[in-house]
């Protein structure tokens, strides 16, 4: 059986893949050779990889710590990231469609859990910083 869960971890990591291959990178202190951040949860049968250099140094050194933030804090921003993302996918001639290639399936009915809202979250976050665009 497979969830539009699956379906939106899939194209995530297809966007972040084209981030990192297709945008004008600023400049970081970042190590070049850190470790992928991995987004699972195990009862959803999915996982997604984020590959996306400086998003590790990100977490460890920016992101606010688990836990400041509570779930709904999370899935509501979430929510709104994606929409926003998604009608730009939908406006190829006013977005770069390099960067917004792809629908994010994001169900607001699924418990995705705390984790995986929590490193979307700060993904969003430090796309935001790192290509200079506003999601909002």
């Not at 981030?19 to 996982?47: F, G, R």
Request: hydrophobic share 35%; aromatic share 16%.
């Amino acid at each position: 059986m497979k969830s539009t869960a699956h379906y939106y971890l899939i194209i995530l990591l297809c966007l972040v893949t084209v981030y990192s291959c297709n945008m004008t990178k600023i400049k970081q202190d970042a190590n070049t050779n850190e470790e992928p951040v991995v987004i699972k949860n195990d009862s959803l049968s999915y996982e997604i990889t984020i590959i996306d250099p400086g998003f590790t140094n990100y977490l460890n050194t920016v992101a606010r710590p688990p836990g400041y933030h509570s779930l709904i804090f999370l899935e509501n921003k979430n929510r709104l990231y994606v929409s926003v993302w998604n009608s730009r996918v939908n406006s190829p001639t006013n977005f770069n469609p390099n960067v917004y290639s792809n629908i994010i399936d994001y169900d607001p009915f699924i418990n995705y859990g705390y984790d995986v809202n929590y490193k979307l979250f700060n993904y969003f976050e430090f796309a935001q910083r790192k290509y200079r665009m506003r999601l909002r």
